[in-house]
T-cell receptor
Framework: DTAVSQTPKYLVTQMGNDKSIKCEQN?????MYWYKQDSKKFLKIMFS???????INETVPNRFSPKSPDKAHLNLHINSLELGDSAVYFC????????????FGPGTRLLVL | GQNIDQPTEMTATEGAIVQINCTYQ??????LFWYQQHAGEAPTFLSY????GLEEKGRFSSFLSRSKGYSYLLLKELQMKDSASYLC??????????FGTGTRLLVSP
């Protein structure tokens, strides 16, 4: 199946822990994104990478560090997790520029206790 | 920055027509998207407008007026499966999407 995939789908962890979320797309897209959707369902961009280069970084705490080993993968590492980090994290991808649509992964539901 | 407003919730009856409005204020506009998101699922693309006017795609249509900072999504012949959240998103620059808070639509029999 051609798609954007994320692992894990669910993540429950304690405050202070470090965790990673992985994202892969096999759509041949150049650009990948991380979004956070809070409890009020507000979807907000965090980061965007184009061909492994960071192009958008939206005032996200330094505890969040994205890494793109190649243009098909974009991982998100979170250090020292806090209660407020609990949310659904969506990965997305698109072709570069123009009117290209972003395609979203299934989401990772993170709960910090 | 961007300010994007949508109604929080709407209800409609199966078979009816519903219009979901979106108003935006932006310092840079490069297109407007509508996404559908069912509960517990990922947003999926519905429509894209960059020029003024109406874009029709089956039961769904989207309208844009750039001078008024206004768009709407029109859903015709509503079905139960259309119960979902509808997200308006404005593109700033080439790749940054700024989303509204979404409109939750409930379709009843």
């Amino acid at each position: 199946d051609t798609a954007v995939s994320q692992t894990p789908k669910y993540l429950v962890t304690q405050m202070g822990n470090d965790k990673s979320i992985k994202c892969e797309q096999n759509l041949g897209h150049d650009t990948m994104y991380w979004y956070k959707q809070d409890s009020k369902k507000f979807l907000k961009i965090m980061f965007s990478y184009n061909n492994k280069e960071l192009i958008i970084n939206e005032t996200v705490p330094n505890r969040f560090s994205p890494k793109s080993p190649d243009k098909a993968h974009l991982n998100l590492h979170i250090n020292s997790l806090e209660l407020g980090d609990s949310a659904v994290y969506f990965c997305a991808s698109s072709l570069k520029g123009g009117k290209e649509t972003q395609y979203f992964g299934p989401g990772t539901r993170l709960l910090v206790l | 920055g961007q300010n994007i407003d949508q109604p929080t919730e709407m209800t409609a009856t199966e078979g009816a027509i519903v219009q979901i409005n979106c108003t935006y204020q932006t310092s840079g506009f490069n297109g407007l998207f509508w996404y559908q998101q069912h509960a517990g699922e990922a947003p999926t693309f519905l429509s894209y407008n960059v020029l003024d006017g109406l874009e029709e795609k089956g039961r769904f249509s989207s309208f844009l007026s750039r001078s008024k900072g206004y768009s709407y999504l029109l859903l015709k012949e509503l079905q139960m499966k259309d119960s979902a959240s509808y997200l308006c998103a404005v593109r700033e620059g080439f790749q940054k999407l700024v989303f509204g808070t979404g409109t939750r639509l409930l379709v009843s029999p």
